[in-house]
């Protein structure tokens, strides 16, 4: 996992992650879960790359977008599906960390057109 200031989104998904065209292209989360699934297993905001979503933001209630067109920087995004937790969680977060991330865990996306990202760009409903 790799943090960057700027990357491509294809229709495949961020460039460079090995992701694949369609309904879980691009993964996101909103930063103020990551405090959420910290608080749960009684520690603080856990890192965003335990969780290896492609895109974290905050100010925005991502789970009122579903099924909507999300512009994110350059890029559309429509929001398809909750990202589930995978069993990996326990291992990575200690026990509990599936429950923790259970409903925490951001959402997929789709991308309806390619575009460039950028740390600190606007994410808003195109609708």
């Not at 100010?59 to 929001?79: D, S, T, Y």
């Amino acid at each position: 996992m790799e943090t960057v200031n700027v990357a491509g989104i294809s229709a495949d998904g961020l460039d460079g992650d090995r992701s694949r065209a369609g309904r879980r292209a691009v993964s996101l989360i909103q930063h103020e879960h990551l405090a959420a699934i910290g608080s749960y297993l009684g520690q603080g905001p856990v890192s965003p790359e335990i969780l290896r979503r492609n895109l974290v933001v905050s100010g925005i209630n991502l789970a009122a977008l579903k099924g909507r067109e999300v512009q994110v920087g350059e890029a559309i995004l429509r929001f398809t599906l909750i990202c589930a937790p995978c069993s990996r969680m326990e291992e990575a977060l200690g026990k509990g960390g599936y429950s923790a991330v259970r409903g925490h865990g951001g959402w997929c996306a789709e991308v309806v057109r390619p575009g460039r990202v950028a740390l600190g760009d606007l994410v808003q409903p195109v609708d």
